[in-house]
Structure formats: structure tokens, C-alpha cells
């Protein structure tokens, strides 16, 4: 299954964007969600995570700013990107998870977020 992220461009700081993920198909025993990203030469990291249940945690980095939502049952979900900073330039990618933690469907591509200064 693959993941899609998309809604990725590039902004001026202080700019919002929203990102969304939709799987290939459909997929069963969704519990949580997540976004992360990776910026040029760095690893990627763990953005925001959501569970089905509506438990939801953010990276230091991000907190205040970005908002993770979605549906599991649509195999969907969105992060609301306010008050975006250059260093929030990355590709953003999404995943789902399992109630075992395991990852459901395959990375993708990502989507590209450039913000400038």
C-alpha cells in the first residue's frame, strides 16, 4: 500500500500550509498515525503522532504551531502547519500505524515543504 503525502510548497515564513496523506487502498486495523520529516543531510524525525483514540503528541519543535488530524476508517490524515519557520524545510512524509506499533503501507515519496526566510 502505498502512502501519498501531499500539499507541500514553498511559503514565506510566518506562512501556513496543510499537508495531507491518503493510502493506495483501503487498510484495515489502523491505531495511530504519524508525520515526520527529514531536512537536507539530517535523519528523519518524528513530527506528530495521533492515535485513533485522539491522543496526540508533538515534537518540541513543532508544538504550538502544527496540528495533527485525521480518519482512520477513510485511511486519511492532514497536520495543519502554522507559523512556518526555514527550518521546517523538509520532505514530510506520513505513516500509519498497527496496534502492534508496526508501520502499515510503504513511505512514499513525500511531500516537499520550503520555507523561506
Known amino acids: 500500500v502505498q502512502l501519498q503525502a501531499s500539499g507541500g510548497g514553498l511559503v514565506q515564513a510566518g506562512g501556513s500550509l496543510r499537508l495531507s496523506c491518503a493510502a493506495s487502498?483501503?487498510?484495515?486495523?489502523?491505531?495511530?498515525m504519524a508525520w515526520y520529516r527529514q531536512a537536507p543531510g539530517k535523519e528523519r524525525e518524528s513530527v506528530a503522532y495521533m492515535t485513533t483514540g485522539g491522543s496526540k503528541n508533538y515534537a518540541d519543535f513543532v508544538e504550538g504551531r502544527f496540528s495533527i488530524s485525521g480518519d482512520s476508517a477513510k485511511n486519511i490524515m492532514y497536520m495543519q502547519m502554522n507559523d512556518l519557520k526555514p527550518e521546517d524545510t523538509a520532505v514530510y512524509y506520513c505513516?500509519?500505524?498497527?496496534?502492534?506499533?508496526?508501520?502499515?503501507?510503504?513511505w512514499g515519496q513525500g511531500t516537499l515543504v520550503t520555507v523561506s526566510s
Open positions: 487502498e483501503n487498510m484495515a486495523g489502523i491505531a495511530a
Open positions: 505513516t500509519f500505524f498497527d496496534n502492534h506499533g508496526q508501520p502499515l503501507g510503504s
